[in-house]
């Protein structure tokens, strides 16, 4: 809050159609509307909910906040809270609504109206909370951090182990993808992103963010499996590994796909050489590109990399933009310790029918001190499937 210039922060919290933010502050069980309140004053940083009271019980026995205030039946948590908030000397007060955070733009139109009536001559007090959340989001804890490495390993290891069991000519990428969401059956755990997508399982041309079909995986292919996991319903990781299917004869991949695949790790390795808490999300993309462009490489419309953390694209800085006329705000934000990355080193090219392969090397880091570091051992060669 300190950092964001914000004096109060105002989240409300209701049944079924909840702010997105709303477990992040214990206002995941909410019934009826409840409003909480976050503020520092000379007693230090306080949390104040005004709950109503059929669960106004449950939520102090938590002891999460500071105080629960219990809002009776047919009275307004809003009118409570703002009654409170013109009693205090607030200057700004952050409500979730943003234009560039959708994490951020959880406030309902009529939950807005509500609060403004309510707060009457200090609605003018009201400001976005995009950059509060921004801060606050974006850093993780060590033990954060600690979760995420292990769900990383996890979904790493599950891509090798299935990579063994694909037989040329048979296999489709849709049944790799099964065998991955069989895995998470059996770990219990969920996915990184929307169900559907996840895992990304290609060994065809391009095909962006989609869906596994059920093209038969052939030798010759590149195949890319983009994965991710979610644990404790919480942290998520996104990885991706690459394999080659070998040709009758070969006992390694041919050159140029070689090329294309040592480009493409060199491409992640100076992305990774370019975190640093200070540096700009922009400075790391550029690290990259340079390399791409010495490398031969085609365009590649994707950022280098995002936040990932809570959801796969998390909050924080977005690690892109050199290679577009426009550079998007969160690419300039820079890097600070303990900012957590999903980020590619690319390298593109034209298949026989014209049509675009892209070698997306993924891994995942965290900022340190002085620069930053892989949250597991990165992929250092192609995973070879025999024919």
Known sequence: MEAAGV?????????NNNDPLADHIGGENAGGTAVFLF??????FTSKVFSPEGEATALADLQIHDEVVRVKRGTSSIDQAADFIRQQDFNTIAVNISETNNLADGLSHTQYEAVKKALGDDSGKLVPSTDLVY??????LPEEVEIMKKAAQLTADWQLEVYQEVIPGQ??????????????????VTDGWAPDQNPNVNSGPDRGHSHATN?????????????????YDRWVSDIQRFAYVLRAGETEAPDSVQHYWESAKAGNRAALAAMAPGAKGVEV?????????????????????????????????????????????AAQKELKESMTFAFDGFHAWKLPDGQVKTISVEEMAVVT???????????????LIKN
């Open 369 to 383: 001190a002085d620069g930053a570091e892989y949250l597991i051992e990165p992929q250092e060669s192609l995973i």
């Open 7 to 15: 004096d109060c922060y105002l989240v409300i919290c209701r049944e």
């Open 135 to 140: 801060e606050w989001l974006s850093i993780k």
């Open 39 to 44: 503020y520092g004053n000379t007693d230090g």
């Open 285 to 329: 993309d550029k690290a990259q590109r340079v390399l791409m462009e010495k490398a031969g490489s085609d365009y590649v419309m994707w950022s280098t990399g995002h936040p990932v953390g809570y959801v796969a694209h998390d909050v924080g800085p977005n690690l892109g933009g050199s290679q577009s006329s426009h550079v998007r705000p």
């Open 171 to 188: 296999t489709t990428d849709a049944e790799v993808a099964k065998m991955l969401k069989k895995k998470m059956e059996e770990y219990g």
């Open 215 to 231: 093209k038969v995986i052939q030798s010759g292919d590149i195949i890319q499996i983009d994965f991710g996991i979610k644990v």
